[in-house]
């Protein structure tokens, strides 16, 4: 797993460095040196690294609904792993921009006072620092569970304000910040949903209902960030979301993803999380023999 997580940094250092070699450098890796001065590759690479932070971070939400929809209970062991790493790729985002600011550290925090996007993802940025500090067993021990667990909730809040400073930076074209914020939505709403059922396994036609809910809040989302942030105006976004012309919206992608976990849930329920129940009822008996 710890492997998979650093498949997409490990591209993106590499496609960074090869992106303009410099025939005159004389060498491959004289060339690797001089195209990763260029401005842009580094600007590239600062964007990848912060989206795929964002997408580790969500999936570091998805640990918990993925565990009871697919029956993996194991699963679970991973989340700390994924968070950290998730945290890593938010330093490297911010490293990436001081490497961008050709490493003036002055104007770089004069630039996070100064502009909003910048400020809010450095509060950001402090507040996952915090939390993977504090994500040691030994933290857990030190604050006590209950403490420690509602410390580890601000994770909410720090990913709403990691998405507002996406949308920020994205400026026009907010196609993937939207998609992460329909994604976000899906898994607020599934958490609510699981409290609602009373911490009981929501039901298929539950995450049908989900699917449609946060891909219509998706929607609206856009319209209403092209609406009021932007002079386009939102009724020409609203009205591709009914097209094809133009590719899929967010809105769509958000809702397969739902349906996906319907279908996810669904063969769970038929193969291997009915064996598992089994499985587990059997040894229960067992030990109640024994």
């Not at 070699?21 to 690294?49: C, F, N, Q, R, Y």
């Not at 932007?230 to 133009?246: K, M, P």
């Not at 038929?270 to 064996?275: I, P």
Request: with cysteine; aromatic share 12%.
């Amino acid at each position: 797993m710890f492997l998979l997580l650093l498949l997409p940094g490990t591209w993106i250092a590499l496609a960074w460095a090869f992106a303009t070699p410099d025939p005159a450098a004389g060498s491959l890796l004289a060339g690797a040196v001089a195209s990763a001065t260029d401005a842009m590759p580094v600007t590239k690479a600062l964007h990848e690294i912060g989206l795929w932070a964002v997408r580790l971070l969500l999936l570091t939400l998805a640990v918990t609904p993925l565990r009871r929809i697919a029956a993996w209970p194991g699963f679970v062991q991973y989340r700390r792993m994924i968070g950290v790493t998730a945290f890593a790729y938010v330093g490297i985002h911010f490293c990436l921009y001081i490497v961008q600011q050709n490493f003036r550290i002055g104007f770089v925090a004069s630039e996070i006072v100064q502009r909003i996007y910048l400020t809010i993802g450095f509060i950001a940025l402090l507040g996952l620092a915090m939390l993977a500090l504090t994500s040691t067993d030994g933290m857990l021990r030190r604050l006590g569970g209950r403490r420690w667990q509602l410390l580890h909730y601000l994770v909410y809040p720090l990913i709403v304000l990691g998405l507002w400073h996406f949308f920020l930076q994205s400026k026009i074209n907010v196609t993937e910040p939207v998609l992460m914020s329909g994604l976000f939505i899906w898994l607020m709403l599934y958490r609510l949903a699981y409290r609602w059922n009373g911490a009981r396994t929501l039901a298929w036609w539950h995450l049908v209902a989900l699917a449609g809910v946060a891909a219509a809040l998706t929607m609206v989302g856009e319209w209403a960030w092209y609406e009021t942030m932007t002079t386009l105006g939102g009724e020409r976004l609203l009205a591709a979301n009914f097209t094809l012309a133009s590719g899929m919206r967010p809105t769509w992608w958000v809702l397969l993803a739902g349906l996906a976990i319907v279908l996810l849930q669904l063969a769970a329920d038929r193969w291997w999380g009915r064996a598992r129940v089994r499985n587990q009822r059997r040894s229960a008996d067992r030990a109640s023999i024994a």
